[in-house]
């Protein structure tokens, strides 16, 4: 089974500033990882994923996340946010490609 | 293209009553699976449907049900409304895997 351990539960950063939205696993199997976003009200949209080949993965908004496989990571990184990144933030986790297993969530606010 | 279509987008049921959530997806996609988000958690798999066939079926009760149809939309049904059943629901489809476009979801509410 899978599970996936979202350190932070809320993380709030300034305007222009970098930030580092924290992911960790647990498998016995390859995995495939994921991250979305879910503005209010709305579902989750695909931010980037990971299936095979390089450790970092670009996606959109500026976003990019590396696969650290030894400490089990998945961490999301942008190096200067916008109000607009204000939202929750869900790592997830397949070993199948068709069921995931998502984390509890961060929520991201970039103050002005 | 339209995106995943999710109806109704929220409805109000009482406990021990039954409901019927629809999801129509991606035009092309013969992918459809639905997951269950309560208020503050991640979302939580319930089934997987690929070409009308259950493929994955979570740790959801027997009260939860679903159905896939030949134009691959599907149905989420569920029965005995229990308070806890609260959430919202939401609805993927893929072309194939690893790929999957969300709905903007169902949100139910069992009083």
């Known amino acids: 089974a899978q599970s996936v351990t979202q350190l932070d539960s809320q993380v709030p950063v300034f305007e222009e500033a970098p930030v580092e939205l924290r992911c960790n696993y647990s498998s016995s199997v390859s995995v495939y990882l994921f991250w979305y976003v879910q503005y209010p009200n709305q579902g989750l949209q695909l931010l980037l994923k990971?299936?095979?080949?390089?450790?970092l993965v670009k996606g959109i908004n500026g976003f990019e996340a590396e696969f650290n496989k030894s400490q089990t990571s998945f961490h999301l990184r942008k190096p200067s946010v916008h109000i607009s990144d204000t939202a929750e933030y869900f790592c997830a986790v397949s070993d199948t490609g068709n069921q995931f297993y998502f984390g509890t969530g961060t929520s991201l606010t970039v103050i002005p | 293209d339209a995106g995943v279509t999710q109806s109704p987008t929220h409805l109000i049921k009482t406990r021990g009553q039954q409901v019927t959530l629809r999801c129509s997806p991606i035009s092309g996609h013969k992918s459809v699976s639905w997951y269950q988000q309560v208020l503050g958690q991640g979302p939580q798999f319930i089934f997987q449907y690929y070409e009308k066939e259950e493929r994955g079926r979570g740790n959801f009760p027997d009260r939860f049900s679903a159905r896939q149809f030949p134009n691959y939309s599907s149905e989420l049904n569920v029965n005995a409304l229990l308070l806890g059943d609260s959430a919202l629901y939401l609805c993927?489809?893929?072309?194939?895997?690893?790929?999957?476009?969300f709905g903007s979801g169902t949100r139910l509410t069992v009083v």
């Open positions: 990971y299936l095979s080949g390089s450790t």
């Open positions: 993927a489809s893929s072309l194939n895997d690893y790929g999957y476009t």
